[in-house]
């Protein structure tokens, strides 16, 4: 029997959800799209309509309103629409309320983001023992499947970290992910995806080195590498979700993540920090207003969705693992190249929307599949990665591999000591 969906949220991530299950409508019954902003979710349909993108024209996204901060106000839409999928792709503050309400509902629950405390910023790692792993057990006890972090990043870089050991290592030393973003959206300063959340992993980075948590400043470590397609690219050590569950899931010695940034970003963010206009707690102005720094640089910068029309360039992330195969050192970098202008033509959205929504839409037509069901909670390394990179190559976001270096000199095993 083919199963209702319900994406929650309406931004530039659900945007390109709500594209995609158009385009794979003949895989689900009803397909519906939430958000507090009724007008957000008729402008994504409208969007759809416009590219042509519905495969089955019969069958068109619904739009409805609701409070995804509201568990029984979830709950109640989830069962009047008798919804078995339910994709949160809403604010990462509302990640406890989506998820209380599909294990309430006997919902499958996907998201592509880690929980976040608004009173809160950068917690002590793992994050997802924070959150998300406290409710594991009831997850398991109700057989209710919840994908976590099904986005790219965190999502199908833990695909490969999974791909890796199952097909080209015996061992894994290091897993270095990496992200950049070689485009150019013509503002003067803007980010990618939501601002808050954008800003509030920029506090402190926790990484994970020789097997255990370090602690080191913002933008501290940097690196030049040289991507494929995008070349030489300056890349910044930094704190990520997908590092929370690699630890605990993937046997590596070292497990770090790095993102690209700009001189021009580096600066502005650190003068916006510095003046203390990134903290997340409320000041006083001389009119006796209270307001939230962060919240006031989020109002003045650009929509991320408004980026989308006059983006160009190209993103390109993947991980870079080192380890030993067949008693050899081997190196490979596991990527996608994903390009700003191919992602406007196809959904009127920019790349990074694009790789974080494609994804869980992926992960969505695995559970109806079943090959994902696993009626219990897991993040994405968990998983077959097989069938999950299969279907991304179908729809919108192949894997390359580059195989970096292996070693001809087969290293041998270090003798026992004798007794």
Request: glycine residues 6%.
């Amino acid at each position: 029997m083919k199963r209702n969906v319900l994406i929650v949220g309406a931004g530039g991530v659900a945007h390109v959800a709500a594209h995609k299950f158009a385009q794979n409508n003949d895989l689900f019954e009803n397909i519906y799209i939430a958000s507090r902003s009724f007008d957000a979710c008729k402008d994504i349909l409208k969007s759809i309509e416009r590219k042509d993108n519905y495969k089955d024209k019969a069958k068109t996204i619904t739009a409805k309103q609701c409070d995804a901060l509201n568990v029984a106000e979830m709950a109640k839409l989830i069962k009047e629409l008798n919804v078995s999928i339910v994709v949160n792709l809403a604010s990462a503050f509302c990640n406890m309320s989506i998820l209380e309400a599909c294990i309430e509902t006997g919902s499958a629950y996907i998201d592509t983001a880690i929980h976040e405390d608004p009173t809160k910023v950068c917690e002590n790692p793992p994050w997802y023992d924070n959150y998300e792993w406290k409710r594991k057990d009831r997850c398991k006890e109700k057989g209710i499947t919840a994908v976590l972090g099904a986005g790219f990043d965190p999502g199908v870089v833990n695909a490969y970290a999974a791909y890796a050991k199952k097909h080209f290592f015996d061992t894994i030393d290091t897993i270095d992910i990496m992200d950049v973003n070689a485009g150019s959206h013509g503002k003067y300063f803007a980010t990618n995806f939501d601002p808050e959340i954008n800003f509030r992993e920029f506090v402190k980075v926790w990484t994970w080195i020789d097997r255990q948590w370090v602690a080191k400043a913002v933008h501290e470590e940097k690196m030049v590498y040289d991507f494929p397609v995008v070349g030489k690219q300056t890349i910044y050590l930094t704190g990520h979700d997908e590092l929370h569950s690699l630890s605990k899931n993937i046997d590596a010695n070292s497990i770090r993540f790095w993102m690209g940034f700009s001189d021009h970003y580096i600066n502005c963010f650190t003068v916006l920090k510095n003046i203390g206009l990134l903290s997340e707690k409320k000041v006083k102005t001389a009119e006796g207003l209270e307001v939230v720094p962060l919240k006031v640089v989020k109002a003045c910068l650009p929509d991320p969705k408004t980026l989308a029309p006059n983006y160009t360039g190209k993103t390109c992330i993947g991980d870079l693992i080192k380890g030993m195969k067949d008693g050899r050192k081997k190196e490979l970098f596991i990527y996608n190249v994903c390009d700003h202008k191919a992602c406007y033509e196809e959904v009127e959205s920019q790349a990074i929307s694009y790789t974080a929504g494609v994804p869980a839409v992926a992960a969505a037509m695995l559970i109806a599949k079943g090959d994902w069901d696993v009626k219990t909670m897991v993040n994405v390394e968990e998983l077959d990665p097989d069938p999950f990179l299969e279907v991304l190559n179908n729809i919108g976001l192949p894997t390359e591999t580059i195989k970096v270096s292996y070693s001809k000199k087969r290293i041998a095993k270090p003798k026992e000591p004798k007794k």
